[in-house]
């Protein structure tokens, strides 16, 4: 079905009742009914199957791409005063913090996945050159070109970018803040980034904190992926990254409460 198929309407009334019923606590219906949006919109546009996994604990390798674009594309022009401003949003000025507290960098040779806006743009500007970056969203995209700093800006979804002929590299430094909330399954991502990365290379990146399950990931309330500190460190482990910097921190706000997450940064070996 394409997206001119899809009665629009409709799907976000059947979405809404889905909701209604999983607000309520009536689990049963709403996993029927997110199961109904996905049925009509296999693209998932809404996210239904993130809401489904937090119902019935399933773990889905990632985030809906379709969901993704339309969620950042619709709050792009806001995304900045809501994320920051509202949302207390930082991780990228904490990444340039660590960085220069380690010595890290400079660095020749930068790509940014997930780039959004372009906040780490303007947060490490200063200490980077030939910068790249990739972003699922068209309007963020947009927004962060008018800043002048990135020397490339792709659209694509990030795994499918690091496994491709254009990725490119080998870069010095790779940030990735606030992606891994839609990414569930890592190691897709960091078999892609063992192609454009060298021993040296330096990786920073932000999770949401799952708390008590040593190894494994979920999907949380609000659609997003939260993950252990040790599927964090078998990942990196795994891929043959060396674990240098590791923060407690508050990623976001979230109806008036923290988001516990963690900053890491993490070397090539």
Same mark, same amino acid.
């Given at each position: #079905?394409?997206?001119?198929?899809?009665?629009?309407?409709?799907?976000?009334? =059947?979405?809404?009742?889905? !909701? %209604?019923?999983?607000?309520?606590?009536?689990?049963?219906?709403?996993? !029927?009914?997110?199961?109904?949006?996905?049925?009509?919109?296999?693209?998932?546009? *809404?996210?239904?199957? *993130?809401?489904?996994?937090?119902?019935?604990?399933?773990?889905?390798?990632?985030?809906?791409?379709?969901?993704?674009?339309?969620?950042?594309?619709?709050?792009?022009?806001?995304?900045? %005063?809501?994320? &920051?401003?509202?949302? @207390?949003?930082?991780?990228?000025?904490?990444?340039?913090?660590? =960085?220069?507290? %380690?010595?890290?960098?400079?660095?020749? $040779?930068?790509?940014? *996945? @997930?780039?959004?806006?372009?906040?780490?743009?303007?947060? =490490?500007?200063?200490?980077?050159?030939?910068?790249?970056?990739?972003?699922?969203?068209?309007?963020?995209? /947009?927004?962060?070109?008018?800043?002048?700093?990135?020397?490339?800006?792709?659209?694509?979804?990030?795994?499918?970018?690091?496994?491709?002929?254009?990725?490119?590299?080998?870069?010095?430094?790779?940030?990735?803040?606030?992606?891994?909330?839609?990414? $569930?399954? *890592?190691?897709? =991502?960091?078999? @892609?980034?063992?192609?454009? &990365?060298?021993?040296?290379? &330096?990786?920073?990146?932000?999770?949401?904190?799952?708390? $008590?399950?040593?190894?494994?990931?979920?999907? $949380?309330?609000?659609?997003?992926?939260?993950?252990?500190?040790?599927?964090?460190? %078998?990942? +990196?482990?795994?891929?043959?990254?060396?674990?240098?910097?590791?923060?407690?921190?508050?990623? !976001? #706000? /979230?109806?008036?409460?923290?988001?516990?997450?963690?900053?890491?940064?993490?070397?090539? +070996?």
């Amino acid at each position: #079905m394409t997206d001119s198929q899809i009665d629009w309407d409709a799907l976000d009334a =059947l979405y809404q009742k889905a !909701r %209604r019923a999983d607000v309520g606590g009536d689990n049963a219906l709403a996993a !029927r009914l997110y199961s109904d949006v996905v049925a009509l919109d296999p693209d998932d546009h *809404l996210g239904a199957t *993130l809401r489904l996994a937090h119902l019935e604990g399933n773990k889905p390798e990632k985030a809906p791409s379709a969901y993704v674009a339309a969620l950042f594309d619709q709050t792009a022009d806001s995304f900045d %005063r809501i994320l &920051v401003d509202e949302l @207390g949003y930082s991780v990228p000025l904490m990444i340039a913090d660590r =960085l220069k507290e %380690r010595e890290l960098g400079p660095f020749e $040779g930068w790509l940014d *996945l @997930g780039c959004g806006t372009g906040l780490c743009a303007m947060a =490490l500007e200063d200490v980077t050159t030939h910068r790249t970056g990739i972003d699922l969203a068209p309007s963020m995209i /947009e927004i962060a070109s008018e800043l002048e700093i990135y020397d490339r800006l792709l659209i694509g979804e990030v795994i499918s970018f690091l496994t491709s002929e254009t990725v490119g590299g080998p870069y010095k430094l790779i940030t990735a803040a606030d992606v891994f909330p839609y990414i $569930g399954d *890592l190691d897709p =991502l960091f078999n @892609g980034l063992s192609g454009c &990365v060298e021993p040296g290379t &330096v990786l920073a990146f932000s999770t949401e904190h799952l708390e $008590g399950e040593a190894w494994d990931f979920a999907v $949380g309330a609000h659609k997003r992926f939260a993950h252990a500190s040790g599927c964090i460190d %078998r990942t +990196l482990a795994k891929h043959s990254w060396s674990l240098t910097h590791r923060d407690a921190i508050t990623v !976001r #706000m /979230e109806e008036d409460a923290p988001v516990p997450g963690e900053l890491i940064v993490a070397i090539k +070996l």
